[in-house]
């Protein structure tokens, strides 16, 4: 099919969407369009139409730009936590790869591939093409210290500084090709299975590569499915109510159980329970909420230690 669609003004931008039944003020609504666009917008006031998954284009009675725009900074502020979060995540696994790691191996034992044997050759390959990319580009100072100290002798600085200048995806890599007894180590000090543990990190290189590109992330359906420790011994992500594996919901009870494993002083569990609290029931449906939410022994315990809900307990 020959694409149709035309260019058109923020104006004509403006008069498209008032005659399909929305409401807003002209000024605020040029405004967000000059600095967000219309394309990127869209993606909010969806769910305001008549017919979300078919050809209507028209909104619901009552349907408001506030409304939109009001979903669109919550999914913004919604994707800084996340980030904020992730990047916690990432820090901690470094950390914990290359101390371990050099341990086990010495401070350049990434060069031998036997001390990565969850690797493949090929994939070892482009792992190593990678660090030496990433080396390359650096402008760190420890890098130039390293390159004018011990230059002329190693091609690649010690596990501890090349972590440093490595992005999740390398990371992650890292992490799934090392000895299984050693993610096992990490697993264990988090409280998961290794496995679990893995498929949580494929997922948060995913969606923090969603968030770097400004995708939407309130509602979105993870690509790739959580895996959830079993019920047995892990009860409180299946009892009383099971938390899914797909869900924005899923993806931030998994960033808030890692949070209180490596950063128990974390303040990010209150700030994600004031974000998320006033959203109204709808939103959170649309984010994989079940209608109990705050009755998750995980939940429960983030919600009971917020501000917000102290002050309510000291007032009653």
Known sequence: MKYQKTWLSYEQQADLLESRGLSFDHDELISHLKSVGYYRLSGYWH?????????????????NFKDVWGLYVFDRQLKLLTLDA???????MRNQLSYKLANEGGPFGYLDRSSLPNMSTKDYGHF?????????RSKTKFIDHFQQKYGDSHGLPPYWTLVNIMDFGMMLNLFKGAPNHLKKEIADEIGIPAAVLESWLLTLNTVRNACAHHDRLWNR??????KIPRSH???????????????TFALLTVLGYLLTA?????????????LIEPRSHSDLKRMGFPDDWETNPMWGRWLAASPRQRNVDQAD
Not at 128 to 136: D, K, P, Q, T, V
Request: negative net charge.
């Open 47 to 63: 769910i305001f139409k008549r017919d979300p998954e078919g050809n209507d284009e028209s909104f619901v009675e009552g349907a």
């Open 86 to 92: 992730i990047e916690r995540v990432e820090v901690y």
């Open 128 to 136: 190593m093409s990678r660090c030496f990319g990433a080396y390359g």
């Open 221 to 226: 359906r993870l690509s790739y499915k959580l």
């Open 233 to 247: 011994k892990y009860p409180e992500w299946h009892t009383p109510q099971s938390i899914g594996n797909d869900s």
């Open 262 to 274: 490596i950063a128990p002083e974390s303040s990010w569990h209150a700030r994600i329970v004031s």
